[in-house]
């Protein structure tokens, strides 16, 4: 929730989130704020659920942070000073690093002299650049300082590592690191360092619980090793996500995400309802009988089935149509194309777009309607250049399309260029004034524009522009739900629960509300129970709500029950629609490990709700 009083326990960043449909559930571009989007841009398609505050791995109190910060300036966020303030060399606190007593004292401090003056003019010599001279000193330092005197021998071979990554030796670092960690379990510097090194190694899991125990150690304060943790989470996403992407069985979503898709679209042939006989091509704009439905044709049955919601046969009926060369070949095209975007099959929906694009002689809404989704599949890839053009292309050959306008509008708002999308939505209302969703849609996104910039005249116009909306559409749930939105960053949570109240009573059966609403409730009261109990809800009405077991999962994770979470996230996975989606999934789930490592090696747990 992009809220300014954050959930008691907000989860930290530490991956691009996707969640939402890739396709839609509403809105073209759904599911295509990943790769560093805000988050709020989700909620202008429909159902598109928001994350919780943000996106991956590690928890924090940010307002245990405030309140610790005190007078210091720092009102809860990252250290700006990337540089750890501890001098090079220098161990965290352990155990048995007094002065020894005893008889033989003497001869022990003589050697834990001649030790700390080797390291010591090993510190001169890497001060001065000269690194090879610096490591055979702290190999003088490790050779002498006495095996009981953890903390100092943990600082040699630590001094050491840090030469050694000086010219770039990674496997020395990284055994050295890995010495000092087993002397001192909690030196940061070691850990980080080991990090570092296993990052040049290419041994990602590593390197992330490295930096995981680092990051907890920390406090979660220091941008340096936040930054890392991200970076490396990302990684290891991306490349899990592409091969499981790769061979995944394409998953057909629930009847209810699918016919909220549909809903996005009212310029959409395929997506009218079927009339008794569809219309051949040179009648479909004459008034007059349509001509009688062929039994034999592959789309009308597939339009058939649409309306049954058996929507598992429909892409095998429409190939029947295509590989007959039917007379609806071009509609059949489109709606099996669109039918593998809503299973998650890009690289199949692509060749039938094409082809539908390129058909000169089909009918100019069933083009454009192609291009949009199309455009909104290129976003989703992260290609915005390409995905303009389709708009722009869709614009023009289809210029009083209002479906053109609404979705390149929820396009312009992810690339933040709102003013062009508050036009686009503008023209989709001029030729569709009964759009309450391109209406709902513009007024968030006025108010996000004026929320990000702390104008605060046009945060009231915007929310005085919510309650225009809902009362002139008092019918259109999605108005609610945005507005909910709006009251939630405005901190006005009863009124936020009452919005998606009405949400629920329009849309009993979608379960992102409920998300939602189970989110309101940690924010507004740290209502766990009942939180997860309307998060319960939506997995029951909806089983294949991906946003409904991550959410669990990000909740779980909060209170330290990372079996349950990891649990959650796979579910999330099996159920991911695009490959951007699923790498932000396993991003969350190999931070989840990486703490459970953690804990077993370490002993450190990070604070939970």
């Known amino acids: 929730m992009?809220?300014?009083?954050?959930?008691?326990?907000?989860?930290?960043?530490?991956?691009?989130?996707?969640?939402?449909?890739?396709?839609?559930?509403?809105?073209a571009t759904a599911g295509a704020g990943a790769g560093g989007l805000p988050r709020w841009q989700l909620a202008l398609a429909v159902g598109a659920p928001l994350l919780l505050g943000a996106g991956a791995m590690y928890l924090w109190s940010r307002q245990r942070r405030r309140r610790e910060?005190?007078?210091?300036?720092?009102?809860?966020?990252?250290?700006r000073n990337s540089e750890r303030k501890t001098p090079e060399g220098r161990a965290s606190p352990a155990p048995g690093s007094g002065h020894p007593e005893g008889p033989g004292a003497h001869l022990e401090m003589n050697s834990l002299d001649r030790a700390q003056a080797a390291k010591n003019k090993g510190n001169k010599y890497f001060k001065a650049g000269k690194y090879e001279q610096a490591i055979q000193c702290y190999t003088e330092a490790i050779s002498l300082c006495p095996i009981e005197k953890n903390a100092d021998l943990s600082t040699f071979y630590q001094n050491r590592a840090a030469a050694f990554e000086q010219l770039q030796k990674w496997k020395e670092v990284a055994q050295d690191c890995t010495k000092a960690v087993e002397l001192n379990p909690k030196y940061v510097k070691a850990l980080f360092r080991r990090a570092k090194a296993h990052e040049k190694l290419d041994n990602k899991k590593?390197?992330?619980?490295?930096?995981?125990?680092?990051?907890?150690?920390?406090?979660?304060?220091?941008?340096?090793?936040?930054?890392?943790?991200?970076?490396?989470?990302?990684?290891?996403?991306?490349?899990?996500?592409?091969?499981?992407?790769?061979?995944?069985?394409?998953?057909?979503?629930?009847?209810?995400?699918?016919?909220?898709?549909?809903?996005?679209?009212?310029?959409?042939?395929?997506?009218?309802?079927?009339?008794?006989?569809?219309?051949?091509?040179?009648?479909?704009d004459k008034e007059g009988e349509a001509s009688e439905v062929k039994e034999n044709s592959g789309y009308l049955r597939a339009k058939q089935y649409m309306e049954e919601e058996n929507y598992d046969k429909i892409i095998s009926e429409c190939s029947k149509e295509i590989d007959a060369q039917g007379k609806y070949m071009a509609e059949a095209l489109l709606l099996r194309a669109t039918f593998y975007l809503l299973i998650g099959n890009a690289n199949a929906a692509k060749p039938d777009l094409d082809k539908v694009i390129s058909l000169k002689e089909a009918n100019v809404k069933l083009r454009a309607n192609a291009l949009i989704k199309r455009g909104s599949m290129y976003m989703q890839q992260q290609q915005p250049l390409l995905s303009t053009q389709d708009f722009n292309m869709a614009a023009d050959i289809d210029p009083q399309n209002a479906d053109v306008y609404h979705h390149r509008g929820q396009l312009k708002i992810l690339l933040d260029q709102v003013e062009e999308a508050v036009a686009d939505f503008d023209e989709c209302i001029r030729l569709r004034p009964e759009s309450a969703l391109a209406q709902a849609q513009?007024?968030?996104?006025?108010?996000?524009q004026a929320y990000t910039g702390n104008n605060s005249s046009q945060i009231q116009a915007a929310m005085k522009g919510f309650e225009e909306v809902i009362k002139k559409f008092p019918r259109c749930a999605e108005g609610y739900a945005l507005y909910a939105q709006a009251l939630t960053d405005q901190q006005q949570f009863g009124k936020a629960d009452d919005m998606y109240d009405k949400c629920i009573d329009l849309e009993p059966d979608n379960a992102t509300t409920y998300v939602h609403k189970g989110?309101?409730?940690?924010?507004?009261?740290?209502?766990l129970d009942r939180g997860l109990e309307l998060i319960s809800k939506a997995i029951e009405i909806d089983n294949k709500c991906d946003f409904a077991y991550e959410t669990m999962g990000t909740i779980e994770v909060q209170r330290g029950n990372m079996e349950k979470a990891i649990d959650m996230f796979?579910?999330?996975?099996?159920l991911a629609k695009s490959e951007m989606e699923m790498a932000h999934l396993y991003s969350?789930?190999?931070?989840?490990?990486?703490?459970?490592?953690?804990?077993?090696?370490?002993?450190?747990?990070?604070p939970t709700l």
Request: positive net charge; contains cysteine; proline residues 4%.
């Open 2 to 27: 992009a809220a300014s009083k954050p959930v008691e326990a907000a989860v930290v960043a530490a991956a691009a989130p996707s969640s939402g449909s890739a396709v839609g559930g509403g809105g």
């Open 69 to 79: 910060a005190g007078g210091r300036g720092d009102a809860g966020g990252l250290k």
């Open 206 to 284: 590593e390197c992330l619980e490295d930096v995981t125990a680092v990051c907890i150690l920390e406090g979660f304060q220091n941008q340096q090793s936040m930054l890392l943790a991200d970076k490396v989470l990302k990684l290891l996403g991306k490349e899990k996500a592409k091969e499981k992407y790769k061979n995944r069985e394409p998953l057909m979503p629930s009847p209810q995400f699918i016919k909220s898709y549909f809903s996005s679209f009212t310029d959409d042939i395929i997506s009218q309802p079927m009339l008794k006989g569809e219309k051949s091509d040179e009648d479909k």
């Open 442 to 448: 513009k007024c968030f996104a006025l108010y996000r």
């Open 519 to 527: 989110l309101l409730q940690l924010q507004w009261k740290q209502d």
């Open 570 to 574: 796979n579910k999330a996975i099996n």
């Open 588 to 606: 969350l789930c190999d931070a989840a490990h990486a703490q459970t490592e953690v804990a077993k090696k370490y002993g450190l747990k990070p």
